[in-house]
């Protein structure tokens, strides 16, 4: 368990496992702590009851023109997929971008140096799961990669310089300010 009380393999709360754990091995009862399948199908359960739609992706990484307006890189703000098409993002693996016009927006986990992505819908009903957007990331990834699809392909700027304490503490303050 968790020090928030979330327990089992999935971490689920109290109150979403009554509400979404289900029997996933078919022995008749639900456990999340030693049964792989039960605590999947739950997780499963789970985004569908958040509003996970079948056949429609996460999102995809994308290449961002070189003249791309950083300030809209916000996984907050939402436009319809027209938009970036017109704006010139084109799938880092050469694909076409996401079919339709529904809503998308751009996620750049390590600023601008590093690898874009452009979520969809689904991408926030894994937030729903956990609120951390590098959580919902990993997990798309890696849903991906089970299917067999490509891995990230942009690189991770490595050449960065941490902050140190007081820059981190000064920084705080001028947020604050």
Request: net charge neutral; hydrophobic share 40%; charged share 25%.
């Amino acid at each position: 368990s968790s020090w928030a009380g979330a327990f089992g393999q999935t971490q689920f709360t109290p109150t979403t496992f009554v509400k979404y754990a289900t029997d996933g091995d078919g022995d008749g009862r639900i456990d999340l702590w030693s049964s792989p399948a039960d605590a999947l199908a739950s997780a499963a359960n789970l985004l569908a009851g958040q509003g996970w739609k079948a056949g429609e992706g996460w999102g995809c990484e994308v290449t961002l023109p070189k003249n791309f307006a950083y300030a809209d890189a916000d996984i907050d703000d939402t436009r319809p997929l027209s938009e970036w098409r017109s704006r010139g993002l084109r799938r880092a693996d050469g694909g076409a971008l996401p079919s339709g016009d529904g809503p998308a927006s751009i996620y750049l986990p390590a600023g601008a140096r590093g690898p874009a992505f452009l979520v969809l819908p689904n991408f926030r009903v894994i937030l729903k799961y956990n609120n951390a957007a590098s959580y919902a990331l990993a997990v798309a990834v890696l849903g991906d990669r089970i299917v067999g699809r490509p891995g990230i392909r942009g690189d991770w700027p490595r050449d960065d310089r941490p902050m140190s304490r007081d820059e981190r503490v000064r920084f705080q303050q001028a947020l604050a300010a």
